[in-house]
């Protein structure tokens, strides 16, 4: 018996720490960690292939030697190269037939899919906008294949969380792993891809969901290391040392680069527009703006594709004002001229490249103006390549630590990330959007950046209205509606005609109220009618709804089915609407914390 006892606690501890062993691997959080590891796999595996496919068509078409980068070349091989980006535009040009005949949509990018739709990406979309982007940037147009890698890494996040059933704030952050991981592939930077993922994907950091992001970001960059394939592996070498004296002008040029980000969004959206008012349909232009790449690329093949090679080139040898300038308007003018006419990419790659073009002819400027300052060139580069990114595609941390994890000089990345405040000020304050969310309002979307507004707008007055609302005729008197509608039986009465048009609404408890001297008997009721004018439609969302009660000043108002026929549906309340605003605005909070 003395034996048993010891054997029986022994099992019982044994299943006691089963138990827990098993609640911990079922935990919500350690699931998440789990499955944000083999997205950072996937989406790292995927960032690799897809570079090595691009990067192969360069060889394969512009008879590049093995190794060599298209961007670095200080002139193409043949003249007739310069066709490639015609006829790359020509493949763009008959996806979008292809599409247009098929009536897809436009594909939904992970920022917006974060902020509307709750994480949910189509891998129709994935696979349409990694397709267009290796061929548009595979053919030379002067396009970043960022937008690819998150688009990929993204979607294959969204899927994998549709298919374990994950709660909406749960797919968020699985897409921003999946964002974060690709980012940190394709430059060889897990804290660049970790906040990448928090400021534009999740669009808030927080304890809950660093976790796993940064996992994703670090499992993806092992696996691009695996297979040997960094992208952006950048050796700045010995940097002189900062000075207190030198900031200020770094902060000048964070804001120079601030304006220039302006310029190049308000540039893009100009060349669209012009695109636009050609008398071709939209699967010829790309075709176009194939023929005005080639023949930039004829001047110098650097206005080509994303601009790897020519980044590194121009970060290791110091060229003259005027060549540095050039480059700078060739390569705006490329990357311009090919998103302006429909070939697929971002501006990501390219904002860093003229970021570091302007850095150059800043230093350069600086020597003239006031050499006893010092301004290194390499390093007003990489501040100008920091501050300009940061312009055109958000997140100064995110460039920061990119500017951290390529130099490896603490001292520069304050000074990067001086500059990049100061940029990020001034674009938010002058402009107001990055280039994504200023393509969405374009496009008539209110989206400044992924966080979650989707459940907003599936808050609508349909889901939050009363439909037991009591009507009476707008012919009845006043003596009548008092007989009918007696005080306390109901506190408002929406007063329609002939098919229940609303004609306004009244509020018991003030009629009862009313003196004999004030209204007879005999005076219609619709005499006293409020709120005549604002209705609201099922179809409105919370946002909408509380402006029109705000114009109305009115506590309650009639929902109708439509603004033309005007038929009475239901009621909505301005307390009631508060209360479930608040209440999905605590149910988003504890989505993104990771509360309870």
């Known amino acids: 018996m003395r034996l048993d006892k010891p054997i029986t606690s022994l099992s019982e501890r044994l299943r006691a720490q089963l138990w827990a062993t098993a609640r911990f691997l079922t935990a919500r959080g350690v699931t998440l960690v789990g499955l944000a590891c083999v997205v950072g796999v996937i989406a790292g595996a995927l960032t690799t292939a897809m570079g090595a496919i691009v990067q192969g068509m360069h060889w394969l078409l ?3 030697p093995p190794g060599a980068r298209l961007s670095a070349m200080f002139s193409l091989s043949n003249p007739w190269q310069a066709l490639v980006p015609v006829f790359g535009g020509a493949i763009v040009g008959l996806t979008v037939v292809v599409l247009r005949r098929r009536r897809f949509r436009t594909p939904i990018d992970p920022i917006e899919a974060n902020a509307l739709h709750g994480g949910r990406l189509s891998m129709t979309d994935t696979f349409i906008v990694a397709w267009q982007t290796i061929i548009s940037s595979g053919f030379g147009a002067s396009v970043g294949l960022e937008a690819a890698y ?4 993204s979607g294959v996040a969204s899927w994998i969380a549709r298919q374990f059933g994950l709660r909406r704030g749960d797919v968020r952050i699985l897409v921003g ?62 940097l002189p040392p900062m000075t207190v004296a030198q900031y200020v002008p770094f902060i000048i040029l964070g804001l120079l680069a601030g304006a220039a980000s302006i310029g190049i969004m308000r540039l893009v959206t100009l060349v669209e527009l012009l695109f636009g008012k050609l008398a071709v349909g939209p699967a010829l232009r790309p075709v176009i703006g194939g023929c005005v790449v080639g023949l930039l690329g004829l001047v110098t093949p650097q206005v080509l594709s994303s601009g790897h090679g020519g980044l590194h080139r121009e970060l290791a040898m110091n060229y003259g004002l005027y060549v540095i300038t050039q ?20 501006l990501f790659f390219a904002s860093l490249f003229l970021g570091a073009l302007l850095g150059k002819m800043f230093a350069a400027g600086m020597t003239v103006l006031s050499p006893e300052v010092g301004i290194d060139p390499t390093v007003a580069a990489v501040v100008g390549m920091t501050s300009l990114a940061v312009g055109v595609v958000g997140g100064p941390l ?22 990049a405040i100061v940029s990020a000020l001034l674009v938010r304050e002058a402009f107001g959007f990055s280039f994504s969310t200023w393509r969405f309002h374009l496009r008539g979307e209110t989206i400044r950046s992924a966080q979650d507004i989707g459940w907003m707008r599936n808050l609508t007055v349909g889901s939050m209205m009363r439909e037991d609302v009591r009507t009476v005729p707008g012919d009845i008197t006043l003596g009548e509606f008092r007989k009918s509608v007696p005080l306390g039986s109901t506190q408002r009465v929406i007063i ?48 909408a709804a509380a402006e029109a009660f705000t114009m109305a000043s009115s506590e309650e108002l009639a929902v109708v089915q439509d603004f033309v026929g005007r038929k009475v549906v239901g009621l909505l309340t301005e307390g009631h609407m508060l209360r479930r605003y608040a209440e999905e605005l605590d149910k988003a909070r504890r989505d993104i914390y990771g509360e309870r």
Not at 150 to 153: I, K, L, R, V
Not at 327 to 346: E, H, I, T
Not at 507 to 531: I, M
């Open 177 to 238: 792993c999946g964002a974060a991981g690709a980012i940190a592939a394709a430059f060889g930077a897990p804290l660049t891809g970790a906040f990448y993922g928090f400021e534009l994907i999740i669009g808030v950091y927080s304890i809950a969901n660093l976790a796993p992001v940064m996992a994703a970001a670090l499992c993806a960059s092992l696996t691009a290391s695996y297979f040997g394939d960094i992208q952006f592996p950048v050796d700045l070498g010995n």
């Open 496 to 543: 329609v005609g002939p098919g229940r048009k609303y004609l306004g609404m009244l509020v018991v408890a003030e009629v009862h109220g009313l003196h004999p001297d004030q209204a007879g008997d005999k005076q219609p009721v619709a005499a006293l009618a409020k709120s005549r004018e604002t209705v609201l439609v099922p179809t409105m969302n919370v946002k």
């Open 327 to 346: 480059l700078f308007v060739l390569k705006l003018l490329a990357s311009a001229v090919s998103l302006g006419s429909g070939f697929r990419g971002g």
């Open 398 to 419: 995110t460039m920061t630590f990119l500017a951290l994890e390529s130099s490896g000089n603490l001292a520069l990345t304050g000074v990067a990330l001086a500059a």
């Open 150 to 153: 998150t688009q990929t890494g």
């Open 62 to 64: 512009f008879g590049l």
